[in-house]
């Protein structure tokens, strides 16, 4: 089946940093790459969606200059969160998808700031 | 807009008990629907899915009928067992976009 990895699993980084998060897809190509953040007992609110080649599509209140997505190829597309602060940590997951296919989720990135 | 309303957990039950977790939606025009699961620890599992009206989904015993009139897709099970345990997202898709509910958490005793 298709998989889809995330790397680190759990970072913690101070806060004024900035921490990268890789999003893979293992056995697919992936044309279609989205970033959803998820909040403790909370559901999933998606950030942004990025084409391989293209700028990333930010969802409304995202700011877009704080999360930087780029999907440079059709197995990889990273999350830089700049400038870290508190308020940033959460649980972060990428998604990716092949043409039509359907949506396949990675594990999940626990980001902590202190 | 779109959105996705599901029951508020926790749930609890005893093993082999019938589960219910209501979900409703509000879309324009004919979204696909999802439920997806979630272990501790872990990501998102897709559970089932129905692309139409009257579709059924069902997975691992899991089931969930597209129900246009009711803008409903109730997931069901007969008997849950103790890793059936885990967080259950409804889910709705329309163009691209997976729109998600809350989530509801599931514990099942033995």
Aim: net charge neutral.
């Amino acid at each position: 089946g298709a998989v889809v990895s995330q790397h680190p699993s759990w970072v913690i980084c101070k806060s004024g940093t900035s921490v990268k998060i890789e999003c893979r897809s293992l056995d697919f190509q992936a044309t279609t790459m989205f970033w959803y953040r998820q909040f403790p007992k909370q559901s999933l609110m998606l950030m942004a969606t990025s084409n391989e080649g293209s700028k990333a599509t930010y969802e409304q209140g995202v700011e877009k200059d704080k999360f930087l997505i780029n999907h440079a190829s059709l197995t990889l597309s990273t999350l830089t969160v700049t400038s870290a602060h508190p308020e940033d940590s959460s649980f972060y997951i990428c998604s990716a998808k092949e043409g039509s296919y359907e949506q396949y989720f990675g594990p999940g990135t626990r980001l902590t700031v202190t | 807009g779109n959105s996705v309303t599901q029951m508020e957990g926790p749930v609890t039950l005893s093993e082999e008990a019938f589960l219910t977790i209501n979900c409703t939606y509000t879309a324009t025009g004919y979204p696909s629907l999802f439920w997806y699961v979630q272990y501790p620890g872990e990501g998102l599992q897709l559970l089932l899915k129905a692309t139409k009206a009257d579709d059924k989904g069902s997975n691992k015993g899991f089931e969930a009928t597209y129900r246009k009139e009711t803008t409903s897709f109730h997931l069901e099970k007969g008997s849950v067992q103790v890793s059936d345990s885990a967080v259950y997202f409804c889910a709705l898709r329309q163009d691209d976009k997976i729109i998600f509910g809350k989530g509801t958490r599931l514990h099942i005793l033995p």
